[in-house]
């Protein structure tokens, strides 16, 4: 069933088109689609921190109730993929952290690793950590780099590539 919507998607991608015009819409649809579906599906199988080579920061604690994100934004629950205790180990391992959408509740994001190997955001609540140390290190000016949703990029496929080769 899969297999029949991802084809059924891509069929209907491109609409009533031939010729040149034909061709440029599918490069079109591979550059925006195909290449970020591969990249998300290679680093959400294999989890992303290989891939990313990024190090620890800092460990923390898991603190129950506080949502999981991929992305560090609480404006619409789009990117929210549950909860802290549910996603985090008990012990979190922090790799950087980002102040961008942040609010009176929400001082600053922390970019910690959950229980897929996957990285994603949490608010700075969510984990009991050092907040002097925590700041003092790594600041994610551009926390999309690492959003499953951007679109895909040719350092993706350098980055894939070249991991996968080793």
Same mark, same amino acid.
């Given at each position: 069933?899969?297999?029949?919507?991802?084809?059924?998607?891509?069929?209907?991608?491109?609409?009533?088109?031939?010729?040149?015009?034909?061709?440029?819409?599918?490069?079109?649809?591979?550059?925006?689609?195909?290449?970020?579906?591969?990249?998300?599906?290679?680093?959400?199988?294999?989890?992303?921190?290989?891939?990313?080579?990024?190090?620890?920061?800092?460990?923390?604690?898991?603190? &129950?109730?506080?949502?999981?994100?991929?992305?560090?934004?609480?404006?619409?629950?789009?990117?929210?993929?549950?909860?802290?205790?549910?996603?985090?180990?008990?012990?979190?391992?922090?790799?950087?952290?980002?102040?961008?959408?942040?609010?009176?509740?929400?001082?600053?994001?922390?970019?910690?690793?959950?229980?897929?190997?996957?990285?994603?955001?949490?608010?700075?609540?969510?984990?009991?950590? =050092?907040?002097? &140390?925590?700041?003092?290190?790594?600041?994610?000016?551009?926390?999309?780099?690492?959003?499953?949703?951007?679109?895909?990029?040719?350092? =993706?496929?350098?980055?894939?590539?070249? =991991?996968?080769?080793?």
């Amino acid at each position: 069933m899969t297999d029949k919507c991802f084809l059924n998607w891509v069929r209907n991608s491109f609409g009533d088109f031939s010729g040149e015009n034909h061709a440029q819409q599918w490069r079109n649809f591979f550059s925006q689609n195909i290449g970020m579906f591969l990249r998300n599906a290679v680093i959400y199988t294999y989890g992303m921190i290989p891939y990313y080579q990024i190090s620890i920061i800092n460990n923390g604690v898991r603190v &129950s109730g506080f949502s999981v994100r991929l992305t560090p934004s609480a404006v619409n629950d789009d990117n929210r993929l549950g909860l802290t205790e549910g996603l985090l180990p008990s012990n979190v391992s922090i790799y950087a952290w980002s102040d961008v959408s942040t609010s009176i509740t929400v001082p600053y994001w922390l970019l910690v690793e959950d229980i897929k190997n996957r990285l994603v955001w949490v608010s700075a609540g969510g984990v009991t950590h =050092d907040s002097v &140390s925590v700041l003092q290190n790594i600041k994610l000016e551009n926390p999309e780099r690492l959003s499953p949703t951007r679109p895909f990029t040719s350092s =993706d496929l350098d980055t894939l590539i070249g =991991d996968l080769m080793r």
